[in-house]
């Protein structure tokens, strides 16, 4: 077809090779490739990107944005529209890898308490024999020792599909948020009653009957319009206090607007040394199945199921 220019193809590439990438990433490096502001130009900007989605859309891949369900941010990726784990994990991560990662994502979108996040000992204990056997686990994962879990977790922290919370336990990472959208939806996670993102992070409505779940960042925009905030459903009043400091903005990290360096990214020597850090506290007994970790997964899952039957 041949109506994609050379600058659309650079944007394609680098998000393939970097993303996703924050919205001012996004937007610097647009400006820098295309020479337009999308912040004054955002007509430019939005051209560019149903370009690229028309061509995209032949080889079922798409360019999405979507808002971090931790911190709200607004990220740029491209994501692949075929719906089986084993594609979206490409040929990187191997059999018993994927189903690692599926059973971690299962226990963060299964959690009625929307924590958003499991316990690292509890990420190291799944045991995927208890797993359905579609993929053809279990002996594979006989062999899937507590190093290789490690590693994994390395890795799928590494490329964004997990991420590791403020309070050190492991979460969904921005890659899924954007690339696992039907498949959260189809898993019934509750959507953010604001934004419509799958509500994995996210605030219950304190009538225990009801099942609005806000994010953080939404209930935050919803006080800040109104001074306070009533459930859309039930219509009772959420004890909300907003958070004093703004931390999302500055945060940002710095960016090279130019595409061609992509080492020494912040954010990847950062999740490299927590993940050492934690690596010494827990690999005392290395190849062992099991650590001694409360079940707060466990837990969690039963508290408010009665108020929340799936
Ligand atoms: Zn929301
Ligand atoms: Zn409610």
């Known amino acids: 077809m041949a109506v994609l220019s050379w600058k659309h193809h650079t944007l394609i590439q680098l998000l393939l090779e970097r993303g996703p990438l924050t919205e001012k990433e996004f937007h610097s490096i647009f400006t820098a490739i295309t020479g337009e502001n999308p912040g004054t130009h955002p007509r430019k900007f939005n051209d560019y990107l149903l370009k690229i989605n028309r061509e995209l859309s032949y ?17 740029y990726g491209v994501v692949n529209n075929v719906s089986d784990n084993q594609s979206k994990l490409g040929t990187k991560y191997s059999v018993p890898q994927i189903a690692f990662f599926k059973a971690i994502v299962e226990a963060i979108a299964q959690d009625v308490t929307a924590e958003g996040c499991i316990c690292n000992m ?5 045991k995927l024999e208890n797993q359905d056997g579609s993929l053809g686990i279990p002996a594979a994962f006989r062999n899937f020792t ?12 590494k490329d964004k599909w997990l991420c ?12 899924s948020v954007l690339d696992l959208r039907s498949w959260f939806n189809n898993a019934g996670v509750p959507s953010c009653e604001v934004c419509n993102e799958a509500g994995l992070k996210a605030k219950l ?18 006080f800040s319009q109104k001074g306070v905030v009533v459930c859309p459903s039930c219509d009772t009043r959420w004890q909300y206090q907003p958070p004093k400091t703004e931390p999302i903005e500055l945060k940002e990290e710095e960016t090279d607007p130019m595409p061609s360096q992509p080492s020494s990214r912040p954010a990847q020597s950062q999740s490299s040394l927590r993940s050492k850090r934690k690596r010494q506290r827990l690999s005392q007994n290395d190849d062992a199945n099991t650590v001694g970790c409360s079940s707060q997964a466990e837990m969690k899952r039963v508290t408010r ?5 799936r």
């Open 59 to 75: 080889v079922q891949l798409d360019l999405r944005a979507c808002r971090d369900t931790y911190d709200g941010r607004v990220y």
């Open 122 to 126: 509890d990420v190291l204990n799944i």
């Open 146 to 157: 507590m190093s290789q879990k490690e590693k994994t977790l390395d890795q799928l922290v």
């Open 164 to 175: 590791y919370t403020e309070d050190d336990n492991i979460g969904v990472g921005v890659r």
């Open 205 to 222: 409505c304190p009538n225990e009957g009801c099942t609005v779940r806000i994010h953080e960042h939404c209930l935050k925009k919803i």
């Open 305 to 309: 199921s009665s108020a929340h039957p």
